[in-house]
């Protein structure tokens, strides 16, 4: 049985994600056939916390005098009816592969 959640998109469009089979936000669905789960939120709503943490991430890694000139952080983010998106384990076990890059400006360097 394949399940599913549904994302609306800020077009007010859907995109169907593949859930983890052990999903709890998945209702089991007494029909045979596949199971398709309406998220909690939409899907740029979803993104958008974890956009944040990024963002907070890579300028803890830009403090100091010796923060480097290009920061890049990769992780994995799955996508849950209930909870949204939600950071992985691992980049292997994400729905969406997502990799943030910074490099420092030139106005950052002349404040060294």
Known sequence: ???????????GTTVLVAA??????????????DVIEAAASSFGSALSTIRKAAV????????????PEEVAIEFGVLLNAEAGAVIARSAVQGHL???????RSESAESEL
């Open 1 to 11: 049985m394949a399940e599913f959640v549904q994302f609306k998109l800020a077009d």
């Open 20 to 33: 983890d089979p052990d999903d709890q936000g998945i209702a089991r669905a007494s029909r045979a056939g």
């Open 56 to 67: 907070e991430a890579v300028q803890e890694f830009r403090q100091g005098r010796d923060r």
């Open 97 to 103: 592969k997502v990799t943030v890059k910074w490099t």
